[in-house]
């Protein structure tokens, strides 16, 4: 097990370009998590996966970004039209729900994004 | 809508010394949890500690352990024996208690950046 992995590390884009980043869980893990950190302050839910089917959006996405988990695998996050207020780390973190209280997370290193 | 505070940006520590890091949330729930996190330069988040709302004795991992004071909505930190590889940014987090799978949501604080002097 190599724990959740993010590609890519770093993205430099321009403004008004589209990204894509994807985030690996660890395998059988069925929740999936993207968060935003900016600097200087704590991470940010933005959106929330069980199994394929998306549950719950932070009001933080605006309809320029778009996540997706086909098959409950692997999931994407795309920003269209990029700002330079994305600029900012997306964070990726996946558990295992066992529909009780001792979930635990485990992040990714984070995709770091500069908008020029 | 629940907030956490920390109120130490920064703080320093000697090698094998004592440190305290402080949080302090707001919430009108009775039932919830409480973490800290711990983020190295490799920007992986590591969970560090946990702690029940609803448990009365403060949680302890090792060298690691918290000081949960539900009344007045403070969960710090303790890091006894302090060593290099603590230094890191420190975040507190917050976690509504979970009915039927619902989200686990974690609401951070801004984070205390420690430092560890040799």
């Known amino acids: 097990d190599t724990g959740v992995s993010q590609d890519p590390r770093h993205k430099i884009t321009k403004r008004g370009q589209n990204v894509t980043f994807r985030c690996d869980p660890i395998s059988e893990h069925n929740r999936l998590y993207w968060y935003r950190q900016t600097l200087g302050q704590g991470p940010e839910f933005l959106t929330y996966?069980?199994?394929?089917?998306?549950?719950?959006k932070s009001r933080l996405l605006s309809d320029r970004f778009s996540a997706e988990r086909p098959k409950g695998s692997f999931s994407t996050l795309e920003i269209q039209r990029t700002e330079q207020g994305d600029s900012a780390m997306y964070l990726c973190?996946?558990?295992?729900?066992?529909?009780?209280?001792?979930?635990?997370?485990?992040f990714g290193s984070g995709t770091q994004l500069s908008v020029l | 809508a629940q907030t956490v505070t920390q109120s130490q940006p920064e703080m320093s520590v000697q090698e094998a010394e004592t440190v305290t890091l402080s949080c302090t949330y707001d919430t009108s729930e009775s039932d919830y949890y409480l973490f800290w996190y711990k983020q190295p330069p490799s920007r992986q988040m590591i969970l560090v500690i946990r702690q029940e709302a609803y448990k009365q004795q403060n949680a302890t991992e090792n060298r690691f352990s918290v000081n949960f004071q539900k009344a007045a909505k403070s969960f710090s930190l303790k890091i006894s024996d302090s060593q290099l590889g603590d230094a890191a940014m420190y975040f507190c987090?917050?976690?509504?208690?979970?009915?039927?799978?619902?989200?686990?949501?974690?609401?951070f604080g801004t984070g205390t950046l420690l430092a560890v002097q040799p």
């Open positions: 973190a996946s558990s295992l729900d066992f529909g009780a209280s001792n979930e635990k997370l485990f």
């Open positions: 987090a917050y976690r509504s208690y979970i009915h039927g799978g619902a989200t686990n949501k974690l609401i």
């Open positions: 996966f069980q199994n394929e089917a998306q549950l719950e």
